[in-house]
């Protein structure tokens, strides 16, 4: 897709897609760095990965570019997250 | 909009939905309670309440009652994180 067919509406969730996908990267790679889940919630962290998936899945379903690419990056940032709580949970 | 007339596609919505708002509730009112606000960062906070509102404004333009659903609320929860972090980040 040439970027001058991107339409406004796709602007704006990409917009969107960008600053919320990036607001949690810095506690992925924090949480790999310390190795400190204390904070972190299980069942929350569950939660949360369920509905990513589902908004994803709402995504394709929507045909949304942007909900596929936020989603797509959350999935892997939540499953990580969700992986370092299981591995580093003692 | 009755309950029947939900198509399968706006129930995974909700569904995601109503997930990931909740996974956002704790957050907020363990901050309420506890007035320590040292481990949320005030760019990461500004970064995703508006990316948040252009969601919410995404939503609008899609015609998807599930995100205007989440996002409506979580636009809520992250103002209030917003202002509790700017209040007590002394």
């Known amino acids: 897709m040439h970027i ?4 406004y509406m796709e602007l704006i969730g990409f917009g969107a897609a960008v600053l ?3 607001a949690f990267l810095p506690q992925v790679y924090k949480t790999w760095k310390t190795k400190d889940v204390s ?3 299980l069942p929350m962290l ?6 990513i998936v589902l908004w994803l899945v709402y995504g ?3 045909d949304s570019p942007s909900m596929i690419f936020a ?3 959350t999935v892997l940032s939540s499953m990580l997250l969700l992986y370092f ?3 580093y949970n003692k």
Not at 4 to 7: D, P, R, T, Y
Not at 46 to 51: A, D, H, V
């Open 4 to 7: 001058l067919s991107l339409n």
């Open 20 to 22: 919320t996908t990036a």
């Open 39 to 41: 904070s972190l919630s």
């Open 46 to 51: 569950i939660l949360f990965f369920i509905g």
């Open 60 to 62: 394709f379903l929507k």
């Open 71 to 73: 989603n797509s990056i």
């Open 85 to 87: 709580k299981i591995k």
